[in-house]
């Protein structure tokens, strides 16, 4: 997927039939039916069926957990930060969110096309495990509502997906085949890549974990000539210690958990 992205727009258009799955000796021919049942049409066709049926799952993971009364005691007043102590501990995204501040990189400052989607900031009271948990459970259901938005703009909006601009994106390969010139054009921009004017430049995006965010210095030439990332996971990692601090052992387990901590982000 991290590859699907490309400077200009993406790989290619979205498929028209979506593969379905195979009967084989882990598959029986009754299996291989229900798989293939939201299938029969385009990736559009499949991911409208999913957002369709998504909400009745979040219902069923609510049922499960929300007012269950193990989960409530190891959960509220669990790793507690106030709104003040999470803005000087850095905190992003449901970390921040869940302490009552209705701070979202996609609504303060849109990119993208998030100023033409229609969605809600869920926020937290208490600033507890239990809000951060209820805050990312209202959030899959406005991801929800965002990934329908689109899927109906997609619809009414076919068209190119990338630019023909062949400084920064490849020539479409059966031009490439039939053109020196396209060919050219393809083996330059891979050998030598894109030269970016000199200057810096940031930018941040909302992330499911907080705020992630690139600073990019260039020199004129066709490498970065520094590129520092900024993720969301050393901030929170950093604050662990005052959220567990009183709790047992075990609650450490609850506190990570809404984190969303990932050790490899922090190790980078």
Known sequence: MGAYYRPGGVYRDLPEQMPKYQENRFKNAQTVKELNEARSGSLLDFLEDFTDRFPVYVSEYHTLLTDNRIWKQRTVGIGVISPERALQKGF??????????????????????????????????????????????????????????????????????????????????????????????????????????????????????GEMAVWAVSDGANKPYRIKLHTAGIPHLAGVDELVRGHMLADATAVIGTIDLVLGDVDR
């Open 92 to 209: 992003s995204g449901p970390m921040l969110r869940g302490s009552g501040i209705e701070w979202d990189l996609r609504k303060k400052q849109p990119y993208e096309v998030y100023d033409r989607m229609d969605f809600d900031i869920p926020v937290g009271v208490n600033g507890d495990c239990y809000d951060r948990y209820l805050v990312r459970m209202e959030e899959m259901l406005q991801a929800n509502r965002i990934i329908r938005q689109c899927i109906e703009w997609l619809r009414k909006n076919p068209g190119p997906v990338i630019t023909d601009d062949h400084k920064v994106a490849p020539p479409a390969r059966e031009k490439m085949k039939g053109s020196m010139e396209e060919l050219i054009h393809h083996f330059k921009l891979f050998t030598e890549g894109m030269h970016v004017p000199a200057g810096e430049a940031y930018a941040a995006i909302e992330h499911p974990k």
